[in-house]
């Protein structure tokens, strides 16, 4: 079944690599990054993506991945933060429901709806056997009518109204999906491409800007001096831990320089860079590596 | 009949019992990441039909790509005639008073309402959802020239309430020209990308099940009738714009008017199978069988008529529930031309939203269900 959700996610998302993957490798690294998900503090398989990719690199204690290109003076810093506000399991409910508790955001969210996002969508639950296809139960439209009526109360959903039906009907279910207490969740990725270049997915920035940092490094740039190139985990949690752990166990660097992108609709489902800022980024961060 | 009291009709003699016992007992140390590759056959092609359907956009007026799947997914024999509100019809059996089988095209999304100056686009709704569930995801714009893809884009502000102002839809542009030059006009239907993806066990979830489920099991009925069983002509109906006020049943019905025996009409029991909803009434619990959609906000069925059905689901050995529930049928435009009207659904959990759950086992048992009224009742 692993295998066979894993096949449906590919289809979901081939047409946006089509579209994309012909028009540049940044693209397609961007699209590719944008699928993935790395909730803050849960950011191994992402981890392992770049390890891969990037020959030569390596994990430090926090999972931050860095890769240290040049020798000698000056000594810099490049780095890009990988992790996103998500959620994990935090209770698994007799009848096969999943609760969440959200790590990361409060007030670090530019969208005050975050979590009423997840409402009557479809989530994906990092399980120990592979990832989870699920939902979060919304009422069913049908069934409100004539029970409420002009003035009703319109709050907002919070991750604590959150049902997560992974199609289960007991707990013992849920455990033979190799989903548990603490496993990742985030809403299933289907990054969209559309107008001229633009990507829109969750942590969209995010994920470009790695992708950009990601291109330049494989371009072989010359450098000046060190560079050590850092994507970071634990950006968005208490300390930004993962910088800190670079920074004392690498540094002391010259400079510090943080990767990012200028994203519309930021924090949202559909948060959306446009990838010729992307390549031009590449192009910025070569320079900035050869010191020029 | 009772609101939502399910009646359950399958019977189990030892043997079965006993099968059923190894069967549990073997599903519960198998490992569950198998069980999906082990689909029966029935499973199979119930998602392999269903599926197709579900991933065809269709909104109400704009039913052709959905009725084109139908009938490619119809077996060959059957000959099909599109009548001019775009129905989709199908005629079986010897001459007589016929039964019709009824189940709607169309699902819920919007139209292109405007074109602003900005090149967004302005929208109205086909069909009752709410449009939270839109909100901030991405969208399809239907053209002639093909999908053209967007987001609909997240509020500005409100942030304080559930519901949203009126949504807009970006396509990337900053024009009306440029939105204009990529084929969309007013009047283009506007969807969210969908996709059918299996659950735990035979359970799935996907967007537009209401009432593509209906669709799929009429046509698996067809594929599986007994011909030469038939007493009298059966009439299977898919049907347009029922989502914003039966529409195209509403031709079918004035076009038979009195000459036919009875309709089915095929569509979602809504039901209050989750942790969110009352347990008042509508409580059919999704993979226990079709449902005996016995009282809704358009229709009653006699009693009689429920206990008919009932008994030919006992007679075949086919799950079935009895429950009310809301929402309107197709079936439910016949009645005033002395038509009976039993409708007949499947549960279904978190109607007219992105996240809509079924079980595939459901699926199948409500094409057995409309087989066996064919031939035999």
Redesign the interface.
């Known amino acids: 079944m692993t295998r066979l959700r894993l096949a449906l996610f590919l289809l979901s998302v081939i047409q946006s690599f089509r579209r994309l993957s012909a028009q540049s490798p940044l693209d397609g690294l961007a699209l590719r990054f944008a699928s993935m998900t790395a909730v803050t503090g849960f950011e191994q398989a992402m981890g392992d993506s770049l390890l891969r990719l990037l020959p030569g690199s390596t994990r430090d204690r926090a999972g931050s991945v860095t890769l240290t290109l040049g020798q000698g003076a000056p000594k810099r810093l490049l780095t890009c933060p990988l992790d996103e506000v998500g959620y994990v399991v935090g209770n698994i409910l007799p009848d096969g429901y999943l609760f969440l508790r959200r790590v990361g955001g409060g007030a670090r969210l530019a969208y005050p709806l975050f979590d009423q996002q997840l409402e009557g969508e479809r989530v994906t639950v990092f399980g120990a056997r592979g990832p989870v296809s699920g939902v979060v139960a919304v009422r069913s439209t049908h069934l409100t009518r004539g029970r409420g009526g002009p003035g009703s109360p319109d709050p907002v959903f919070t991750v604590d109204n959150a049902y997560v039906d992974v199609g289960a009907a007991s707990a013992a279910e849920v455990e033979r999906l190799g989903v548990a207490v603490l496993a990742p969740v985030s809403l299933t990725k289907q990054p969209h491409v559309y107008g001229n270049r633009l990507l829109a997915a969750p942590a969209a920035g995010r994920r470009a800007a790695c992708a950009a940092l990601a291109t330049a490094v494989r371009a072989k740039p010359s450098v000046q001096g060190t560079v050590v190139v850092a994507f970071t985990t634990q950006s968005l949690y208490a300390g930004n831990a993962g910088l800190e752990t670079v920074s004392r166990l690498l540094g002391p660097f010259e400079e510090t320089k943080t990767v990012s992108l200028p994203a519309k609709y930021p924090d949202t489902a559909v948060e959306t860079v446009d990838l010729s800022a992307a390549e031009a980024l590449v192009k910025e961060l070569v320079t900035w590596m050869g010191g020029r | 009949m009772d609101g939502g009291t399910m009646k359950p009709v399958r019977g189990l003699d030892g043997w079965t019992a006993r099968v059923r016992t190894a069967v549990v007992f073997f599903l519960a140390v198998y ?7 082990q689909d029966s056959p029935r499973i199979s092609e119930t998602q392999s039909v269903l599926s197709q359907l579900v991933e065809s956009y269709g909104v109400s007026g704009s039913e052709a790509p959905v009725r084109e799947t139908v009938k490619r997914l119809l077996p060959s024999w059957v000959t099909t005639e599109t009548d001019s509100a775009g129905n989709l019809w199908a005629r079986v059996g010897p001459s007589g008073t016929p039964v019709v089988f009824v189940a709607h095209l169309d699902e819920i999304g919007f139209r292109v309402a405007a074109i602003h100056d900005d090149g967004s686009l302005e929208l109205e709704t086909r069909g ?3 449009a ?2 839109f909100e ?3 969208a399809l714009v239907h053209t002639e020239k093909g999908d ?8 500005d502000s409100a ?5 949203p102002p009126p949504l807009h839809v ?4 900053t024009s009306r020209e440029a939105t204009e030059a990529l084929g969309i006009k007013i009047g283009s239907t506007i969807t969210m ?1 969908k ?1 059918f ?5 035979t ?3 996907g967007r537009s099940f209401d009432d593509r489920v209906g669709d799929a099991a009429q046509v698996l009925a067809l594929r599986h009738l007994n011909r030469a069983l038939l007493k009298r002509p059966v009439i299977f109906v898919w049907s347009t714009r029922e989502e914003i006020g039966l529409e195209g049943a509403k031709a079918v019905a004035a076009t038979l008017g009195t000459t036919i025996r009875r309709v089915h009409a095929i569509d979602t029991f ?3 199978d ?5 347990p008042n009434f ?1 409580v059919a619990p999704i ?1 226990r069988g079709a449902v005996a959609r016995s009282v809704d ?1 358009s229709s009653v069925t006699p009693p009689a008529y429920v206990d008919s059905l009932v008994n030919v689901a006992r007679a075949h050995r086919i799950a079935l529930q009895v429950g009310t ?3 309107g049928n197709d079936g439910s435009v016949f009645t005033p031309y002395g038509v009976v009207d039993v409708a007949i659904g499947w549960p ?8 809509e ?1 079924v079980d595939l086992r459901d699926v199948a048992s409500l094409a057995d269900i409309i087989q066996a009224v064919a031939e035999s009742w």
């Open positions: 490992p569950a990441s198998h069980l999906a590759a009752g959802f709410f939270s569930l901030a995801q991405p053209v893809p967007g987001v609909f884009a997240p509020r942030f304080t309430r559930h519901n970006d396509v990337g542009t990308p996709h993806v299996r659950l735990a066990g359970r799935a979830t809504v039901s209050a989750s942790p969110l909803e009352l509508a993979g906000n529930t809301n929402g279904l959990r978190y109607s007219h939203s992105p996240a759950v």
